[in-house]
């Protein structure tokens, strides 16, 4: 008989190798390592040095792999494959170091044979315990460093890597002591790459925004992760989250901000992102290390020319979608969710850190545009009260005629709806906008314009554009389709009426004396907002009940762009006349 081979189609994944400890309560060392290797598809090997008797509350007892097993396990693995990158972890003993780097250092240096190494240079777990003795650490400092390319410590592990926790300099007053702990590593060890974690230090996003500037005066690049530059263009979700939408709690929240160093570019980046609170962070730093890995070895196998600042930025959303996606295990710091990405969701589920992953996708998947509709110089100049009379009366009279296209958009939307929930909602705003049409006529004769004038006024280029394009889309797709092209006029209104109140109250906005300051109170009124949390709350419905594909997921953010785009060349009609 026979025997079977394996399918020589089948291309085999990037070799990930990891070195390093073992965690009884697998969240943790190895275990954490290979959960991870196996999320990026990659095949993982592994190297024990050193076993833990772990859970989730601590670390109970270490015991040392003797160090000529280790490197018999080493051997081993080489021999059978060489890996294209390796993870270093806890490393027990002196010996143990020393004898890994002899062995690095007898690799030949061509590139395409040496595998990259990352060293996360494990000390204290998370619970406290110190897992390498000041021997070992010398080591590390003194024989391996030199060998490694990627150098991943948290600021503790860094301070402890200098000479900074031996002067008692323990102080990180500001981010600019974290770029001078970054910059003193990378001039002592001379590493090709160094990742500074901050996990253990989160900022307040007035303190990153008032440094950023400064930052990027210095060379230093900027990349945030979550909300952008823009971020403060998002009152509406953090209205949805229950966060006050005021400048002190948004300036408030806490950030984190984790420092790469390259040495041959001299290019230092900030990736800064949001802390999420959550118990289950026992194995981060572990996981971050062989994201990286995986990321430069995948980065390797394809043969693309990828950035270290990308292979960053993968491997850190990778942790922090880990991290909020965690569920809840063990009596202490619970671990994270490494096989999140194996769920093959274009969109992420919903988090307590992101509860609304549908609508926060649409508006960053372009923050310049919407910042560009929902800030528009017309909102502006409307909020503090020196929009021109004329500007005004032209958009007022155009909106007339869009409440009608508007209010068919969603007596379409009641005709293509399959469940009564759906119906009902669809005919309520209709109704709805019906309403506000009289008042809407109301609101325009205060301004000396009457329904007469209304229904003779000729339909400007870009209403046409944007009510043909909705009822277009409306026609042509299917319900979801219909939601995300109407959504934007009401989640954008919703953001615009949330951030003139906040900015009157900040005493930025000028409300006293404003000629417009009732269609700034309707849009940041509780009937608005009201129905701007149903409207939210009913696309995440929608889309959670049939998680989008990647390809519709895409059609759907370009729905969406089109119309924030239309929307800002609505506002951008009233100042060209």
């Not at 509350?57 to 792999?65: D, I, Y």
């Not at 460093?145 to 890597?161: C, K």
């Not at 006293?512 to 700034?520: F, P």
Request: proline share 5%; hydrophobic share 40%.
């Amino acid at each position: 008989m026979e025997s079977w081979q394996p399918d020589k189609r089948i291309s085999t994944p990037p070799h990930v190798l990891t070195i390093a400890g073992s965690d009884s309560g697998g969240g943790a060392g190895i275990q954490a390592d290979l959960k991870t290797f196996e999320a990026w598809k990659c095949y993982g090997s592994s190297v024990l040095t050193g076993l833990t008797a772990q859970n989730t509350t601590g670390v109970k007892a270490v015991h040392q792999v003797p160090t000529d097993f280790v490197m018999q396990q080493l051997k081993a693995v080489w021999d059978d494959g060489p890996p294209q990158a390796i993870k270093l972890g806890m490393l027990t003993s002196a010996s143990t170091v020393d004898a890994l780097a002899t062995y690095f250092a007898r690799l030949p240096n061509a590139s395409s044979s040496k595998p990259i190494i990352v060293l996360d240079p494990v000390m204290i777990s998370t619970s406290g315990h110190m897992l390498v003795g000041d021997e070992a650490m010398a080591s590390i400092r003194n024989n391996l460093i030199q060998h490694v390319d990627w150098l991943t410590p948290n600021i503790p592990e860094a301070m402890a890597l200098t000479d900074m926790a031996d002067e008692g300099d323990m102080n990180v007053e500001s981010l600019f002591d974290m770029m001078d702990i970054t910059h003193e590593l990378s001039v002592k060890y001379n590493a090709p790459y160094l990742l500074l974690k901050g996990g253990h230090k989160p900022w307040a996003r007035r303190k990153v925004k008032s440094l950023a500037s400064a930052a990027m005066k210095a060379g230093v690049e900027l990349v945030w992760l979550d909300d952008g530059e823009g971020g403060d263009c998002v009152e509406v979700l953090q209205r949805q989250s229950g966060e006050d939408a005021d400048d002190n709690s948004y300036m408030s929240e806490k950030m984190v901000v984790d420092l790469l160093q390259e040495r041959d570019s001299d290019r230092t980046t900030w990736f800064i992102s949001k802390y999420i609170r959550s118990s289950s962070t026992h194995g981060t730093g572990c996981t971050l290390s062989s994201a990286l890995a995986c990321s430069i070895a995948l980065a390797a196998e394809s043969g693309a020319d990828i950035s270290a600042q990308a292979i960053c930025q993968r491997a850190i959303e990778y942790v922090k979608s880990s991290i909020a996606s965690a569920y809840s295990f063990g009596k202490g710091h619970g671990p994270l969710n490494h096989a999140h990405m194996s769920y093959r969701r274009a969109l992420p589920p919903p988090t307590p850190s992101n509860p609304h992953p549908f609508v926060s996708h649409l508006i960053r998947s372009d923050l310049p545009l919407w910042k560009s509709y929902v800030r528009h110089p017309f909102v502006i100049q409307l909020g503090n009260g020196t929009l021109p009379r004329e500007s005004f009366e032209h958009y007022i009279k155009q909106d007339y005629i869009y409440l009608q296209h508007y209010a068919r958009a969603h007596a379409l939307g009641a005709y293509k709806s399959t469940t009564f929930e759906s119906i009902s909602y669809f005919t309520s705003i209709a109704a709805h906008i019906a309403r506000e049409s009289s008042m809407h006529v109301a609101y325009c004769e205060s301004f000396g314009i009457s329904l007469a004038t209304l229904e003779q006024t000729t339909e400007s280029a870009p209403c046409a554009a944007y009510a043909r394009y909705i009822l277009d889309v409306g026609a042509q797709g299917d319900i979801l389709d219909l939601y995300v092209a109407v959504a934007s006029c009401l989640i954008g209104y919703g953001e615009v009426g949330l951030w003139l109140q906040k900015e009157v109250k900040a005493g930025r906005g000028n409300k006293e004396g404003n000629l417009y300051a009732k269609w700034m109170e309707d849009y940041s009124g509780k009937e608005y907002l009201d129905a701007v949390d149903r409207g939210i709350e009913n696309l995440e419905k929608l889309i959670a009940a049939d998680p989008p594909s990647p390809a519709r997921l895409e059609r759907l953010t370009k729905i969406w762009q089109e119309c924030v785009r239309l929307e800002r060349d609505f506002w951008e009609m009233g100042l060209k006349l």
